[in-house]
């Protein structure tokens, strides 16, 4: 079992910055590839990025490429997404979680440990 814990969220100005962190917790965090997926009100959740297990392979959804960036410290057993330029559509819950894999991969079903998210408000 993995423990994941998401913090950083909140309320911001269109324009803002967030970070992310998310805290693992349970088996060898650098054993799990990892990646950020968000959910708005009335949408399904959807990817938002991903990291390798050694960081050297990344992956972002067209929508945030160039303003996020997903990192991580396997030192810290912490994954980290900041959040630049950030848009009123960028509103949501974001979700850190952990891979079947070790590597970097999109899509949902891929993922077994899920956070239990925070919300991300972007004002307009």
């Known amino acids: 079992q993995v423990q994941l814990v998401e913090s950083g969220g909140g309320l911001v100005q269109a324009g803002g910055s967030l970070r992310l962190s998310c805290a693992a917790s349970?088996?060898?965090?650098?054993?799990?590839?990892m990646g950020w997926f968000r959910q708005a009100p009335g949408k399904e959740r959807e990817f938002v990025a991903a990291?390798?297990?050694?960081?050297?392979?990344?992956y972002y959804a067209d929508s945030v490429k160039g303003r996020f960036t997903i990192s991580r410290d396997n030192a810290k057993n912490t994954l980290y997404l900041q959040m630049n330029s950030l848009k009123p559509e960028d509103t949501a819950v974001y979700y850190c979680?952990?891979?079947?894999?070790?590597?970097?991969?999109?899509?949902?079903?891929?993922?077994?440990?899920w956070g239990q998210g925070t919300q991300v408000t972007v004002s307009s």
């Open positions: 349970g088996r060898t965090f650098s054993n799990y590839g």
């Open positions: 979680a952990a891979a079947r894999s070790i590597m970097a991969v999109k899509g949902l079903s891929e993922y077994v440990y």
């Open positions: 990291i390798s297990w050694g960081g050297l392979t990344t």
